[in-house]
C-alpha cells in the first residue's frame, strides 16, 4: 500500500501558511494516518509549531488505540486532525504487514514529551492536566527538577466533575501553555483534546497517557534490556495484570488479526 503524503495538521485559522510549511507521509494502520517520522524530524515538526504558535493536536498510536478506533468511526474521524506518531511494536508490526515497511522511530510519548522539552532551548509554559489527584502535582515537581528552564503548572488532576469543566477550558483560555499535557488514558484524552481543545486554550495539545504515572514514581518502568527488545508491554502487564490483561492478552490478538484481515482482504478491480 502506498504511503500518503499529508501536510502537518496545523490550525491556520490566525496564521498564515508558510511557504515552507512542512509535509510528511502517512501509513495508515487499521484506520489511523501514523506519521513516517523519526525523533529528530518530530522534534522538529514541533519546534516550528511552537515557533509559529501553530496549533497542533498530537497523539501516540498503540495496538490499543488502533483497536479502540477500529470500532469507533467518530474517533477515527477525530484523529485525523492529530498529528499522530508510531508508538510500540504493533504499529510497527502492522507497518510492516500494510506497507512493507517498519516506522523509523519508536515514538512512545513516556520518552518522546521529555526529549521534546530537552530539546527546547526557548522557555516553555506548560500545563498538566489529568491523573490521580496528587501525581500531576509529583510529575511537575519531577519535570522542574529536569527541565529548569520550563515552567510547569498543574490545572486539575483527571476526575473533575463535569461541572467544572467549562472553568477549566476557561483557566486555559486566559494563560494558554505552549504545551498541555493531557493524561486520562486513551480514548479519552483523544476525544477530549479533539472535542474541547482549540488554539485559544494551547500552541501543542498531547495525549500522553501514563506519563504521569511514571513522572510521578506511580508506576515503575521496564528495565532497559526489556525497553530495547521492545517488550515494556509485557514488563508493564507482569506489573499490573488485572488493569492491564484485557488491553493486552486480548487486545494485542486482537490487532494482529485486524491487521491480517486488512493485509490479505479481496481488492476490488482497479480502473
Known amino acids: 500500500m502506498n504511503e500518503i503524503v499529508t501536510a502537518i495538521f496545523f490550525d491556520m485559522s490566525s496564521h498564515a501558511q508558510p511557504a515552507d510549511h512542512p509535509v510528511h507521509a502517512r501509513r495508515d494502520i487499521g484506520g489511523i494516518g ?8 518530530a522534534l522538529t515538526v514541533l519546534d516550528a509549531a511552537l515557533a509559529h504558535r501553530r496549533h497542533v493536536k498530537l497523539a501516540f498510536c498503540n495496538a490499543n488505540l488502533v483497536n479502540l478506533a477500529a470500532v469507533n468511526a467518530k474517533l477515527r474521524a477525530q484523529l485525523e ?11 510497527d508490526i502492522g507497518s510492516r504487514l500494510l506497507h512493507g ?5 519508536n515514538l512512545n510519548g513516556t520518552d518522546f514529551i521529555p526529549a521534546l522539552l530537552a530539546a527546547q532551548n526557548r522557555s516553555l509554559r506548560v500545563t498538566l492536566l489529568g491523573g490521580q489527584p496528587g501525581v500531576a502535582q509529583r510529575a511537575a515537581a519531577r519535570l522542574a527538577q529536569d527541565y529548569p528552564r520550563h515552567g510547569f503548572i498543574v490545572l486539575s488532576h483527571g476526575y473533575f466533575a463535569p461541572s467544572e469543566e467549562a472553568g477549566i477550558l476557561a483557566q486555559l483560555a486566559e494563560n494558554p501553555p505552549d504545551l498541555l499535557l493531557v493524561a486520562f488514558g486513551n480514548p479519552l484524552q483523544e476525544r ?36 530495547r527488545l521492545r517488550l ?15 488491553r493486552y492478552v486480548l487486545g494485542n490478538p486482537a490487532f494482529l ?12 478491480p482497479t480502473q
Do not use: C, N
Open 34 to 41: 501514523v506519521a513516517v517520522l523519526d525523533r529528530t524530524q
Open 81 to 91: 486532525d492529530f498529528l499522530v506518531l508510531a508508538d510500540g511494536i504493533g504499529v
Open 101 to 105: 515497511a517498519s516506522f523509523p522511530a
Open 192 to 227: 477530549w483534546i479533539a472535542e474541547k481543545i482549540t488554539p485559544r486554550h494551547a500552541t501543542i495539545a498531547a495525549g500522553i497517557g501514563a506519563l504521569f504515572d511514571f513522572l510521578a514514581g506511580e508506576v515503575e518502568r521496564a528495565p532497559d534490556v526489556m525497553r
Open 232 to 246: 515494556e508491554w509485557l514488563y508493564r502487564l507482569l506489573l499490573e495484570p488485572r488493569r492491564l490483561w484485557r
Open 257 to 268: 488479526l485486524r491487521i491480517l484481515r486488512i493485509r490479505f482482504q479481496p481488492r476490488g
